[in-house]
């Protein structure tokens, strides 16, 4: 799917165009610029929730999930600022929780320099929430509720599509 299919599927309404100064607040709030593909999407979509179907799969191949929403430089749910502020799941800085799947499940973006870009879905249901945790420990096979999507932005749009195949 490309992205401007994706941000025309996005319900948007009620919400005004994001400016390069509320991108350019969000990023200082954060410590770090954003990738330039992820930038441009901020810019041309404020977030919302998907109407219709954005799946994705596992770099294997196998079917992960589908957005529903997706976060953006608004003030309601659908914010980056307020959910970064007050996730609904325990997270870390360095995970930038940009959307979710059908089922609660964090899609993030790593913003630390090791990992910088990337898309990660965090599963919820398996996290560790009784103690503090580190990205190398959720990232682990040991913990392993940190899981590789895609490389980049841009890849991780690419490879969405419309409906599940039937296996």
């Known amino acids: 799917m490309d992205i401007s299919e994706f941000i025309a599927g996005v319900d948007r309404a009620g919400t005004n165009q994001p400016t390069p100064a ?3 607040a969000f990023e200082k709030s954060i410590g770090c610029r954003l990738p330039d593909e992820y930038r441009q999407f901020l810019l041309a979509c404020a977030g919302g929730y998907f109407q ?3 799946e994705f799969n596992w770099p294997q191949g196998h079917w992960a999930g589908a957005v529903q929403e997706v ?11 307020l959910t970064r502020q007050t996730p609904q799941w325990p997270t870390i800085d360095e995970l930038l929780w940009i959307m979710g799947d059908h089922g609660g499940n964090p899609i993030c973006m790593t913003i630390d320099k090791t990992h910088f870009g990337k898309i990660w879905f965090v599963d919820h249901e398996v996290a560790n929430y009784d103690e503090g945790w580190t990205l190398t420990e959720a990232m682990s096979d040991q913990w392993g509720y940190v899981l590789p999507l895609a490389p980049t932005f841009g890849d991780f749009m690419a490879g969405l599509y419309e409906e599940a195949e039937a296996a």
Do not use: F, P, W
């Open 22 to 24: 509320a991108l350019e």
């Open 52 to 54: 219709g179907s954005a």
């Open 71 to 81: 976060l953006g430089l608004r003030h309601d749910k659908c914010s980056l600022v």
